[in-house]
């Protein structure tokens, strides 16, 4: 007999108040004590519940003070990984059988977790991610919601699909675990893009090898922590820091990895889709593959906008967090009537943005993750600063980090690459546009469809930009970041990803494969048990 499982409807993790003097106090001190406890840590890889310290090493940086480790982390080889998938597939089988209320228990337990360590998670993003207070805070609580989402998810899923019986026949639609899932996770949101897929996998009943980012295998690592306090049963969830191109690979083309499932950059993840469209020896199953590939997201202005709501949504959609989102604003299109007030109070705004260390809770714009991304993108402000015409411009930056600052560039055209491709930094290009029809337009005009955004005043204008704009999630009157897991799935389309929707109904159905059962109910005769022989 299933035992039931009751739980409360899902509500969103609320953020911290940080006009609330307790709450700002609170999290002051969790970052003054991160600021000596996020030193030198050891991170381990996790196969079968074995810590395990290989003899290669990897080292994680405070990216706004690079003289500080934070972590050491193993580096691990195929051989390992090899073995972490055996133990997966064997650890797996039995996970799969348990039902869905263990599993939903688990991942329930695991939000319970970081709930008492909230404070303590996010400030230990403070310093291995470069992470402002509200984005650390924010990115717990969204590690949060995911976990608490698909564990209700798990048991709806449990209940099956609807199809019909007609007398004389039942039908029966239950969705089954596919196997072992790859989880290969990004950086930049270190610990909630990681929880969402790997317990969106693990709510389904999949086993998981998990490759975190190399640049944050400390907070990643507290996932692993937090769903081993819940009562995960050892080896379904396999640890494994290393490098993308030894790791990541290996995973990916193993003949035992039925999900691959992978945030990060389009070459990477066009990479993935390849090497999976191969059979391998030894496979038994098409590898169902999972990818969000960036965006670079247009907010359109028309010429009847509230600049005074206008203009702080796009500074915070294009600027905090240095821009290290998939869905921060890359392009601005304004209507030409109002253009030049619109980019005059936007850089004037920006000029006001504290850049620095984001132990300061003053910051809005924290480093880059490394030392690659910050040299890539003065590139690319070099680039832009002798292709378009500069607005804006932070120059002065801190020293002993990796940072970059902010810059508003327009005049470049439409079709050179600084338009077209994604850069992942403080870059804010911008046009003007002569109509509402000539702005959606030059919004459409990209090979992704993450995000997209429209401030006017008009409600017919409203009305259309649902259907107008080419992306998939579309933000009205408001900043194009900040999607709330149950409230704003979050995917793209085009060359952004492929699958569906995190955060949403359609998700978990990624990690099962369904089953329909049919059964005649016009037997002749009983069995042989039914008549006590």
């Known amino acids: ?55 290669d090493r990897i ?15 193993s580096a691990t080889d195929v051989a390992l990984t090899d073995e972490a998938v055996a133990v997966a597939v064997r650890a797996g089988a039995e996970w799969a059988r348990r039902p869905a209320t263990e599993r939903a228990e688990v991942l329930v337990g695991a939000a319970a977790w970081m709930r008492g360590r909230r404070d303590e998670l996010a400030a230990l993003m403070v310093f291995e991610a470069g992470k402002p207070w509200p984005e650390a805070d924010a990115d717990v609580c969204e590690a949060i919601d995911f976990c608490e989402f698909y564990a209700r998810e798990a048991l709806r899923l449990d209940g099956g699909g609807a199809v019909q019986s007609p007398p004389g026949e039942r039908n029966d639609l239950r969705y089954r675990a596919r196997g072992v899932a790859a989880v290969i996770a990004p950086w930049n949101f270190p610990l909630a893009i990681p929880t969402g897929m790997v317990t969106a996998a693990l709510a389904a009943g999949n086993a998981v090898c998990f490759k975190p980012a190399e640049q944050t295998p400390a907070i990643a690592a507290r996932l692993v922590e937090a769903l081993d306090a819940a009562g995960l049963p050892t080896g379904v969830l396999n640890f494994l820091p290393g490098h993308g191109d030894v790791v990541g690979a290996h995973l990916v083309a193993h003949p035992d990895v039925a999900v691959i499932a992978f945030t990060g950059s389009r070459p990477v993840g066009l990479s993935i889709l390849a090497a999976t469209s191969r059979v391998g020896l030894g496979q038994r199953q098409l ?30 959609s294009a600027f905090s967090f ?43 714009i924290g480093p880059v993750i ?83 955004g429209l401030f006017s005043r008009s409600p017919a204008v409203l009305a259309r930009a649902g259907d107008a704009l080419r992306a998939g999630n579309i933000y009205l009157n408001r900043g194009i970041t900040g999607a709330i897991v149950g409230r704003q799935p979050f995917g793209g389309f085009g060359l952004s990803g492929i699958g569906s929707k995190a955060g949403g109904p359609d998700y978990l159905l990624q990690f099962c494969d369904p089953v329909a059962v049919t059964e005649n109910t016009l037997r002749q005769g009983f069995a042989a048990e039914q008549l006590g022989t």
């Not at 990796?402 to 690459?417: L, N, T």
């Not at 930094?425 to 992704?448: C, E, K, Q, R, T």
């Open 322 to 364: 240095a821009g290290q989102k998939c869905s921060a604003a890359s392009r601005l299109i304004v209507h030409r009537d109002v253009y030049e007030p619109i980019i005059e109070r936007l850089v004037a705004h920006t000029e006001l943005l504290e850049l620095g260390h984001p132990q300061d809770p003053a910051v809005a």
């Open 370 to 452: 490394d030392a690659d991304a910050q040299s890539r993108l003065l590139q690319v402000q070099r680039d832009a600063a002798a292709r378009g015409r500069v607005r804006g411009c932070r120059d002065l930056v801190p020293d002993g980090g990796w940072y970059v600052g902010p810059m508003i560039v327009d005049g470049v055209a439409p079709d050179d690459p600084l338009a077209r491709d994604e850069h992942f930094g403080p870059v804010l290009l911008a046009w003007p546009a002569d109509s509402i029809d000539d702005a959606f337009a030059m919004a459409n005009a990209s090979d992704y469809a993450l995000t997209a």
């Open 1 to 55: 007999m299933k035992r039931s499982l009751e739980l409360p409807a899902y509500a969103p993790e609320p953020v911290r108040r940080w006009h609330d003097d307790a709450e700002r106090i609170a999290f002051a001190r969790a970052v003054e004590k991160q600021a000596t406890a996020a030193r030198d840590l050891e991170v381990p890889a996790v196969v079968g519940g074995r810590r395990i310290a290989t003899d």
């Open 287 to 316: 590898k169902r593959v999972i990818t969000e590939l960036g965006g670079k997201n247009p907010i359109i202005v028309d010429a009847d906008a509230d600049p005074d709501e206008a203009v702080p949504a796009i500074a915070a």
């Open 59 to 73: 080292v994680s940086l405070d990216p706004g003070r690079t003289d500080h480790v934070v972590a050491t982390s």
